[in-house]
């Protein structure tokens, strides 16, 4: 009995050492929904992570593809602030950050990733917070120093990400159709699209002018909306007002003077070969020639050309009669043509007669009557 009692004691040691390390039951009576659920935890919790807003993460490109990663110092923060989240856990919410973390590259919801580029760039003061471009980690250890993770699993798209990809293709068909559309949503589409893109060009050209005079004045490099020309950005970071922090170093005055130079030759240049007011006036006229014949055209007007170019062509189920009709009034027409052609050829041939017929000269008519006269 002692013997038994001492190996249940050792039995429950290790079954209580092994859950807390890898989050497994090794109890073999345990049902199987129960395990499926219980490996189901750590996935559940990947997600309400990934899917929380103040974990902060980027995207990045990891052997030619996209990721969402974060650094291991930020997921320590964010699980401190937010201990509530390690309910979901279970019976291993009292388990250590670093043993979550560990659990969660065990079970491949997180591979461990490295920056690229390792050394300083020339003209900056430390590495880059956020690099754009990842490779792996040799070791799949959880670190809260410059480590980088990146999530494995595909994210679950909300209903109306999935709504809007439906909507594309009625959109394209839409921008297809627009020379059917009436003559007021033409408008208003042609007016809402240069509203839009003029907008879009002010909001660049007054970014660019705000650089360039804080450039030039103060040598800071701040740039407004500083995701807006990024290829890699979510819609929260492509709208984000506030400027990102400058960490290169401070430029040289003779490079911002060299700038300053460059920037009022160019304002001069550009003053100097302003269109006047008549080439003003003919690029306006081309511009709203060009837009009218786009808001004019409709398919009754292409039809109606097409219409009158075509030659006008016989019925075929037509009655016979219009055929001999139209003959016989060819034949007529066709008999006068001919008879006025017979009279002015006739008409011709007397006048040549005539003229065959008419003396030359005075002295052969004198000839001609003496004969007469004696005769």
């Not at 902060?56 to 291991?72: D, H, I, K, M, N």
């Not at 989240?85 to 291993?92: E, P, T, Y």
């Not at 839409?174 to 879009?200: D, E, M, R, T, W």
């Not at 060819?330 to 006739?346: F, I, P, V």
């Amino acid at each position: 009995m002692k013997k038994s009692g001492a190996a249940e004691k050792k039995r429950v040691r290790r079954t209580s050492a092994a859950v807390p390390s890898g989050g497994r039951d090794p109890n073999p009576d345990t049902p199987p929904g129960k395990q499926a659920a219980k490996r189901d935890v750590y996935q559940v919790f990947a997600e309400k992570l990934r899917d929380h807003k103040d974990l902060e993460s980027r995207w990045a490109v990891l052997q030619e593809t996209r990721v969402e990663y974060f650094r291991g110092k930020d997921f320590v923060n964010f699980l401190k602030n937010h201990p509530e989240l390690k309910d979901i856990l279970g019976s291993d919410q009292n388990l250590e950050i670093e043993d979550i973390g560990n659990a969660l590259l065990r079970k491949k919801l997180l591979i461990r990733c490295d920056r690229v580029v390792k050394t300083v760039r020339p003209g900056k003061k430390k590495l880059s917070t956020w690099p754009a471009h990842l490779e792996m980690y040799h070791e799949h250890v959880f670190s809260d120093n410059d480590a980088f993770f990146a999530w494995t699993f595909e994210k679950r798209h909300p209903l109306w990400q999935t709504l809007l990809s439906f909507s594309w293709p009625v959109l394209t068909l839409a921008i297809c159709l627009f020379p059917v559309y009436p003559h007021q949503c033409k408008i208003l589409i042609l007016y809402s699209c240069a509203g839009i893109l003029l907008l879009i060009l002010s909001l660049l050209f007054v970014r660019a002018a705000i650089f360039g005079a804080l450039y030039i004045i103060l040598g800071k490099r701040v740039w407004f909306f500083p995701n807006i020309l990024a290829e890699e950005a979510t819609l929260g970071e492509l709208f984000r007002f506030w400027p990102s922090k400058d960490e290169e170093e401070r430029p040289k005055w003779t490079t911002r003077l060299f700038y300053a130079i460059v920037a009022v030759v160019v304002i001069l240049l550009l003053r100097h070969h302003a269109p006047d007011e008549a080439a003003r006036a003919r690029y306006q006229k081309r511009v709203f020639n060009i837009i009218d014949d786009v808001i004019e055209w409709s398919p009754r007007l292409a039809l109606s050309g097409m219409m009158e170019k075509q030659p006008t062509v016989v019925n075929a189920t037509e009655p016979n009669h219009n055929f001999t009709d139209g003959s016989k009034s060819s034949s007529d027409t066709g008999g006068g043509e001919a008879s006025q052609e017979q009279s002015g050829d006739s008409g011709e041939k007397i006048e040549d007669s005539d003229a065959f017929q008419q003396p030359d000269n005075i002295e052969d008519s004198d000839v001609f009557q003496e004969r007469d006269d004696h005769i």
